[in-house]
Structures are given as structure tokens and as C-alpha cells.
């Protein structure tokens, strides 16, 4: 954490007269070095100043319903020890088909059967293992996009 961030993280208190009278003196004579620190107590205060010009208002009567639907769903989706897909799962199965599914199953069933009739070493497992791990997932993001998407590059190739 450098010095600045050390006193930006004070900077809302400073605003709120949260600080000890030690600490909001420190304050004061790094606000006259530092320009970033005072840039950004200047936009705090614009957001703290726009906000108390706002007109209080009371949220729709009906709001609370769809609130507390969405955290019963989040709920029972997280909770979901039925054996019932999940949400990803069931979108899956509703944009593969059966023939796409086994498709991206198939570097997983080589895998297996490689495992059981050659009993390869921990690293050959290993490298097996990333190698299954990547065709299966370029599989079914080819499948997923129907190979119109160019897949994203990694930061840093061209």
C-alpha cells in the first residue's frame, strides 16, 4: 500500500468529520502535497453534495416481492442437493444436442480408455489430463458458439 492509498482510504471519514483530530491535521498537510489524494476528496464531495440534493423517495410497495423471489431462487439453487441439474447444466442440455454433448464427451472416453489399457505414469496422466481438459472445453465452446465466434485471445499475443 503506498502512502497515498493510506490516505485515500481515509478520505470519506475526513469528510463525514470521522477523524481524530491527529489524524484530519495529518490529512490536511498531505492534501496540500498531493494532487491525486485532492482530486479525489474534490469528487467525493461533488458525490456527497449531488446526493443531498436529492429528493428522498420510497421504493414501490411491490418491490419487496421480487427481492425476496430472487433470494428464495438463489437459495434453492445453491441448495440444490435433489440431484436436479443445474441452472448452467440445464442450459446446456437445452442448446446441445445429444450428438454435440457426446462430441465434447469424446477426448474424456479417450482419456479413460487410454487410462485402463496402457497404465500410464503420474505425468503422462498429467499432461493427458490438460490435454483432455482443453479439447473438451474448446469442444463444447466451438459447439456452443456453432464455430461463428473467434475465441478471445489471451492478454498479451497478438
Known sequence: ????????????????GELSD???QELEIHLLDCAECRATLDGLAAVVEAAGRLEPRQPPRDVWAGIAARIAAERTHEGN???APSDFVSRLRHRLSRPQIAAA???????VSFAIRYRPSIPQV???AVVVALLSAGTTWFLLTG???RAPLAAGTG
Not at 4 to 12: G, N
Not at 105 to 111: G, H, K
Open 1 to 16: 500500500m503506498s502512502m497515498s492509498d493510506r490516505w485515500r482510504e481515509l478520505l470519506s471519514d475526513y469528510l463525514d
Open 105 to 111: 464427451w469424446m477426448p474424456v472416453t479417450a482419456f
Open 22 to 24: 491527529a489524524v484530519r
Open 126 to 128: 498429467a499432461a493427458a
Open 147 to 149: 464455430g461463428t465466434q
Open 81 to 83: 442437493v435433489s440431484g
